[in-house]
């Protein structure tokens, strides 16, 4: 069942995904060398909190965090530890926020220092494909639309490993809702597009094969070249003519950029 949301519903919706919005900026600010991944992970649940909300990932199915940090061949679901950024990570950082009834979801990945070129293409490579796979999110189309625009793009044209064992999703009163939204696929495949369907809209692009791996602790997935991956993901509504992100990279993007030149005595 695909629910349509209300304009009401979709403003409730967008006020939790600005709040992960917020809460990533906050991690944007904190991120550098040196800083256990675990030391995030209680910030930001502290920020959620004091915002008035709850972290969504924290018991969901077991879920013991409230950020997924995935560093490096890490594709998703890791867990906040006290392993030390170190220079030439690159950190997916996924967050969920519930409050007044609905989830956000979104999720960034940073750079931390010195990131060799190569990597650097392949998240901004990930991060664009996020951006052209919402502009498919249009009244009429179909979900498929979405998954060959991203695949498409880091597939086709950059060569680039797109996860098929994970997927994108419906986002509302649950974290995860109906449709399943895949970063691979067929244009005019699945099932079809409506104004006001909310959905997490979240490539993850390998370096590498696209094959990938759960680790013993049943959460933290991989790649199996251990070559590095990039998660970005936006709670997209979709709209008329195009989807609108009800989460926003903008504040996290002017936070990263601070944090760089004010750290940029550790690199
Ligand atoms: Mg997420
Ligand atoms: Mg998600």
Redesign the pocket.
Known sequence: MIFIRSAQEIETIRHSALLVSATLTEVAKMIRPGITTLSLDKMAEQFIRDNGASPSFKGYHGFPFSL?ISVNEVV?HGFPSGYELKDGDIVSV???CYKNGYHG???YTFAIGNVPADVLKLMKVTKESLFLGMAQAKDGNRVGDISYAVENFTNRMHGYGVVRDLVGHGVGKNLHEDPQVPNHGRRGDGKRLKAGMVL?I?PMINMGTRDVYTRDDKWTVATRDHKPSAHF?HTTAVGKTKGEPLSNFAPIEAAEKENKELNSSYY
Request: charged share 35%; aromatic share 0%; hydrophobic share 25%.
């Open positions: 997924c998703v996924d967050c969920g979801d979104s999720a997490a979240e993901e």
